[in-house]
């Protein structure tokens, strides 16, 4: 048997709660690569969504990708040419960078990849951030591998 002598609410957390979960920071980053990439997949599958009719991302999308520690949004660009000169307008405010490259890709489309990572790697808003960059479709066989790429 428990009396309560104090407010209500206090009563109610001692007895069956910690109270609410402390508040997990949140981070914003920026998800860069070419169109086809991966970029839309590779949230998709951190969020826990259907990978079914996944289309490429026309201008920008935002997700937040929850964790346990942590909640992480993200800005996703879409990779098209005539977006990618926009990439930069986009920038402001983020505290890591996602550069998504396709391992498989034509040598055409991996030097505009390699091209738009050094803009992105030179650029004043992202040149001290972390950078992860992800060599995605490494389960095709033309993929090339992590020192290749």
């Known amino acids: 048997f428990f009396v309560c002598f104090s407010l209500?609410?206090?009563?109610?957390r001692a007895l069956c709660c910690k109270g609410p979960p402390p508040p997990r920071p949140e981070y914003d980053l920026?998800?860069?690569?070419?169109?086809?990439s991966g970029k839309t997949s590779l949230l998709s599958q951190l969020c826990s969504e259907s990978?079914?009719?996944?289309?490429s991302t026309t201008g920008f999308s935002i997700k937040a990708v929850p964790f346990q520690n942590a909640i992480?949004?993200?800005?996703?660009?879409?990779?098209?040419?005539?977006?990618?000169?926009?990439?930069?307008?986009?920038y402001q405010g983020s505290q890591g960078?996602?550069?998504?490259?396709?391992?498989?890709?034509?040598?055409?489309d991996l030097e505009t990849a390699?091209?738009?990572l050094?803009?992105?790697?030179?650029?004043?808003?992202?040149?001290t951030l972390p950078f992860l960059i992800l060599a995605n479709h490494q389960d095709k066989p033309a993929a090339r591998s992590v020192q290749e790429v």
């Open 8 to 12: 209500p609410w206090q009563c109610f």
């Open 72 to 90: 992480l949004n993200v800005k996703e660009l879409g990779g098209a040419d005539n977006i990618r000169k926009y990439w930069s307008r986009y």
């Open 118 to 127: 050094h803009s992105a790697l030179q650029h004043p808003q992202l040149c």
């Open 30 to 36: 920026v998800c860069i690569g070419l169109t086809g």
């Open 114 to 116: 390699r091209n738009e």
């Open 97 to 108: 960078v996602i550069f998504v490259l396709d391992s498989a890709s034509s040598e055409d």
């Open 51 to 55: 990978l079914e009719n996944i289309v």
